[in-house]
């Protein structure tokens, strides 16, 4: 059965994919990752995540994957120690040189090829594969066709893909504009997501006179993309062998963690319940518009698709915010939450449950932590509130509310 592999920007949303049904996370310390800004985890929360991990008998792999200088190498070797330690399930690394340590210095720990290190065609999976690699993580360039024949051409060594989140404009990340715009290394873990701000055109001989780059019939905004989404095609990768399938968004939100895994995870288990009969059930689909996204894309995967480019406009779409989730599982009608942002009394509520279901209700009363009314909520504070049919909530579930 292929893995959900969700992302895990730090400790919160590492317990959130397990209870959404991951099988397995990725992460990042605090140093030698391509998400340095993504919050990511120190010693102490690393060895943390481990034991969290361990006790939901799940997986944890951990990103090693910038491109490293000479000055980097012997943090990167005490590094490489100290993952050793944890016993965790998988590094994950792009260098040649960062592999070629892991390999001397923890040759127990299995290595996982990172997607940055164009890995385009069977020749190189073979020879990955020959090194001692135990998984590669495919191009997002790759066509459907692509992945079948390196599966059918590579035979024992798991095969990872992207699945779902953003796509970068550059060559499977190699990008330097965020180096050249604001002195932030993007090979190093630093990317500013250049190619996701506003730009205007200036004209040699118009100085300081500004034209916006506007998207029509005539014209097209730069350096757009659109999200991956293969939700509707993921039975197709069940069928190519494929052995992972990977979230993107270890900077996402709590609410796009919850509910990416666990569509992810409701659609391959449909699958494979009864793969004869299975169709797609678009209320997937559905779901996965609540998120805030950009508009989705099948990414380079399926060819009759060309539209990987954002044509429309360069906002993110959002019909839902996130509100806060369920702290504990009530034992009577106060439910205790943590609030993010702020609502009030009598506001339409959506609930979403870590076994996928969701229901709609009001608000009915919000207390604050000393059980004192109130008519709305501070943002970032804990509060107890009771819902219209006093439903049982377990631990995680979701508030969320329709913009």
Known sequence: MPEILSPAGNLEKLQFAFAYGADAVYVAGKEFSLRSYAGNLSDEELQKA????????????????IFPYNKDINEIEKYIKFLASLKINGIIVSDLGVFSIVKEIAPSIPIHISVQANNLNYKEIKMWKKLGAS???????????????????????????????????????RCLLSNYLTGRDSNKGECAQSCRWKYFLVEEKRKGEYMPVFEDNRGSYILNSKDLCTIQNLHKFIEAGIDS???????????????????????????????????????????????????????????????????????????????????????????????????????????????????????????????????????????????????????????????
């Open 50 to 65: 481990v034991e969290l991990t361990k006790a939901n008998k799940k997986k944890i792999y951990v990103a090693v994957n």
């Open 135 to 173: 998984r590669v993580i495919l191009a997002r360039e790759l066509s459907y066709e692509d992945i079948v024949e390196i599966r059918k051409q590579v035979p024992g060594i798991e095969l990872e893909i992207f699945v779902h989140g953003a796509i970068c404009m550059s060559y499977s990340g």
């Open 245 to 403: 399938f990977k979230i993107e968004g270890r900077m996402k939100s709590i609410h796009y963690v919850a509910l990416t895994t666990s569509i992810y995870k409701k659609v391959r288990d449909e699958y494979l319940k009864n793969p004869f009969t299975y169709t797609f059930n678009n209320k997937y689909m559905e779901e996965l518009e609540k998120i805030s996204h950009r508009p989705y894309t099948k990414g380079f995967y399926f060819t009759d698709e060309n539209m990987k480019q954002n044509y429309d406009f360069s906002d993110y779409i959002s019909t839902y915010t996130y509100i806060g989730y369920v702290m504990e599982e009530n034992q009577n009608d106060l439910i205790k939450i943590s609030e993010k942002r702020t609502f009030k009394n009598n506001d339409d509520m959506e609930f979403f449950l870590p076994d996928g279901s969701y229901f709609k209700t009001k608000i009915k009363e919000i207390k604050n932590k000393d059980k004192i009314d109130e008519l709305y909520t501070k943002q970032n504070h804990e509060y107890f509130i009771k819902i219209e049919n006093n439903k049982k909530l377990p631990e995680f579930t979701i508030l969320r509310k329709k913009i």
